[in-house]
């Protein structure tokens, strides 16, 4: 199934770039260029593409003003925004995503070598979601099996990938001020763009939200984001960040935090795997279900991409299937430690 791409940038270099780049992957067609936020909204109309990327910081319209329009007329149509680092450039990402963009690529000169195959990755994504848009009935792929009683919540781990940064900003959201436990993330996302990330779900958290750092103190009612390009473990009492090799294909994986949370805090361990491509979490999952804890999983209708939830499930590593207000409405109820079903 072809994936028609329109790219997005003011600079006929990155242009070519990104085009010559596309047209390297199987299954995809150019379908054409637009300069700035205006030219795309037109091109969009015009071409009906199956993906965007889009640039930020263009001329005439920018890329966050034509995010933002185009999430009104085409709400379904994935949107994969080009960033440069930087302090305010991260932060503008971290808005495109909580607007809907699908995902990011980091734009600079070190990573033009990646570019391919994070492009590969998001025509990926959007070849599954052009499948289930044509889908004429949507068959869900999990039943809702019976959640065990648990009541005795000491520490949350929650894994996420692509679609995971707008979940997890309503997920936080969600979190009860007295809740006094520790929560750990793993949101799959380069180095860099996670301290933005963090200081993005802070400011809409009643709770404390930073970057984890090496040897941090595990403290109550903290929420410790992992730092791109670093997996995060716990040992009950701090943090420990290493730089291990890639776990399928990414760091962080959520697999090293859920395997060493789940030695730590066994039955009193809440997992959740979140909306991601690949197959990271799931194991992680299994081990905290096999220490007696209890483990969620986004359900398939509100994922992006149901990879991850969808190897958990198939491992045997989940209690619960859960739709996202379903999460949020159990993130209510977990207060000073417990949690009633």
Same mark, same amino acid.
């Given at each position: 199934?072809?994936?028609r791409l329109l790219v997005v940038d003011d600079s006929a270099f990155m242009r070519k770039v990104v085009a010559d780049a596309a047209l390297e992957i199987p299954g995809v067609e150019l379908a054409g260029i637009a300069r700035n936020g205006e030219d795309a909204l037109?091109?969009?109309? $015009? ?23 185009? =999430?009104?007329?085409?709400? *379904? ?15 503008? &990402? ?6 809907g963009a699908l995902d990011f690529i980091e734009k600079s000169p070190d990573k033009m070598n990646d570019l391919r195959a994070s492009l590969e990755g998001k025509v990926l994504v959007a070849q599954a979601l052009k499948e289930r848009k044509e889908d004429k009935v949507? !068959? ?25 940064? #707008?979940?997890?900003? /309503? ?5 009860? *001020? ?6 750990? %993330?793993? !949101? @799959?996302?380069? =180095?860099?763009? &996670?301290?933005?990330?963090? *200081? ?36 009950? @009492?701090? %943090? ?5 090799? #890639?776990? @399928?294909?990414? $760091? ?42 209890? &483990? ?7 994922? +992006? ?5 969808? @190897? ?5 590593? +989940? /209690? ?5 207000? *379903? %999460?949020? /409405? ?12």
């Open positions: 199934m072809a994936i037109e091109a969009i109309e $015009r071409l009906k593409p199956d993906l965007v990327t889009l640039d930020i910081e263009m001329p005439k319209m920018n890329g966050l003003e034509a995010l933002k329009i185009i =999430k009104e007329r085409y709400p *379904e149509l994935p949107v994969v925004m080009l960033s440069a680092y930087s302090k305010s450039g991260s932060a503008v &990402t971290m808005e495109a995503l909580d607007l949507f !068959q869900p792929l999990a039943k809702r099996p019976e959640v065990k009683k648990q009541d005795d919540v000491r520490a949350l781990v929650i894994g996420a990938s692509t679609g995971g940064p #707008k979940v997890l900003f /309503e997920i936080v959201q969600a979190l009860p *001020e007295n809740l006094f436990i520790p929560v750990f %993330i793993v !949101q @799959h996302m380069p =180095k860099g763009f &996670t301290a933005s990330f963090a *200081e993005r779900l802070n400011s809409g958290c009643k709770l404390k939200v930073v970057e984890a750092q090496d040897q941090m103190p595990v403290l109550p009612g903290v929420v410790y984001v992992a730092p791109g390009d670093f997996h995060m473990t716990v040992d009950g @009492h701090r %943090i420990r960040l290493d730089e291990k090799p #890639k776990i @399928h294909g990414v $760091r962080p994986a959520a697999d090293p935090l859920f395997f060493s949370a789940a030695k730590v805090y066994g039955p009193g361990l809440m997992g959740i795997i979140l909306t991601g491509m690949g197959k990271d979490g799931g194991q992680g999952l299994l081990a905290v279900k096999e220490a007696g804890g209890t &483990t969620y999983v986004q359900a398939r209708e509100s994922c +992006v991409v149901y990879g991850m939830p969808g @190897h958990a499930l198939a491992l045997g590593a +989940v /209690e619960e299937v859960l739709t996202l207000p *379903e %999460i949020k /409405e159990k993130m209510k109820r977990i207060v000073k430690g417990k949690t009633w079903n």
